[in-house]
């Protein structure tokens, strides 16, 4: 059945490795969104993208680094330059329109220790 | 830039209304308001969408006046189930497209 897909649902790593955050979807959506959101708090843009090999950045994309190379995939890498990347990472996807509905992912709990 | 602003949380009891509002001064004419609702460790999840007057789903209402600068989401008769962050967004058409910017959210407690 159509829906996003986010995997791992659980993800842990040691501090200054890169990791990588997967997100699929067989929506045809055009768009697709990453969000980071830490405890008691909202979601915060980190990329999102409207077509393939095109990507812009949302408001904290420092440290972290995407690809589209698919229309239906838009991998998240959480690079050693980010601070504090121990969150929950939401993935999100579209059609390009005013009246558009976002489809999320159940999400990736990444834990650095 | 259509920020939203809404209060931080709510409280409520088992089969009141509920009515939440959100304020965004800066919408633009193309720009759509949409609500979400997100449970804890979970992804958020579509309620409603409108551009003007009023619509109605299954699951809420969507108030917006004539000028636009608020929305109101409203419940009716709320459960405990309905213990969630709300979230409301105005839809901004970028030169890059859509850019789904979320707010802290309001935080809804209903209690028995």
């Known amino acids: 059945d159509g829906g996003i897909t986010q995997s791992p649902k659980y993800l842990f790593r040691k501090e200054g490795q890169n990791v990588t955050l997967s997100c699929e979807q067989n929506?045809?959506?055009?768009?697709m969104y990453w969000y980071r959101q830490d405890p008691g708090q909202g979601l915060r843009l980190i990329y999102y993208?409207?077509?393939?090999?095109?990507?812009q950045k949302g408001d904290i994309a420092e440290g972290y680094s995407v690809s589209r190379e698919k229309k239906e995939s838009f991998p998240l890498t959480v690079t050693s330059a980010q601070k504090n990347p121990t969150a929950f990472y939401l993935c999100?996807?579209?059609?390009?329109?005013?009246?558009?509905?976002?489809?999320f992912g159940q999400g990736t709990r990444l834990t650095v220790v | 830039l259509a920020k939203t602003t809404q209060p931080i949380s709510m409280d409520s009891y088992e089969g009141q209304e509920v009515n939440i509002t959100c304020s965004h001064n800066?919408?633009?004419?193309?720009?759509?308001i949409t609500w979400y609702q997100q449970f804890p460790s979970q992804g958020p999840r579509f309620i409603i969408q409108?551009?003007?007057t009023k619509v109605t789903n299954e699951v809420a209402s969507l108030f917006i006046p004539a000028d636009r600068k608020s929305s109101t989401l409203s419940l009716p008769r709320v459960s405990l189930s309905d213990t969630a962050v709300y979230y409301c967004?105005?839809?901004?058409?970028?030169?890059?497209?859509?850019?789904?910017?979320f707010g802290t959210g309001t935080q809804l407690k209903v209690e028995l």
């Open positions: 999100a996807s579209s059609m390009l329109s005013g009246n558009t509905e976002a489809f």
């Open positions: 929506l045809n959506h055009d768009a």
């Open positions: 993208s409207q077509i393939v090999n095109d990507f």
């Open positions: 800066n919408i633009a004419t193309n720009d759509y």
């Open positions: 409108g551009y003007k």
């Open positions: 967004l105005v839809v901004l058409l970028t030169g890059g497209g859509n850019k789904l910017t």
